[in-house]
């Protein structure tokens, strides 16, 4: 799970393959976001995670107006 700065939940897919984890961001706004990791151990780890603005995306969303 992410939540942003205002405490908007987003569950996020994820794909793990030893010890290394992907999560696809693509849909979210640039900003920083907390990633709450529930493992089958109980745990919860959390992390600080900054998602940041692609220029392919502006530049494709330009030319879509």
Known sequence: MMVDVNGKEFEMEMKCKKNVCKVNTEDLDPGLYV???????????????????????????????
Not at 46 to 65: A, L, M, S
């Open 35 to 65: 990633v709450r990791l529930f493992c089958k151990d109980e745990k919860i780890y959390t992390y600080k995670y900054e998602v940041k603005e692609i220029k392919e995306k502006e530049e494709k969303e330009k030319k879509e107006k």
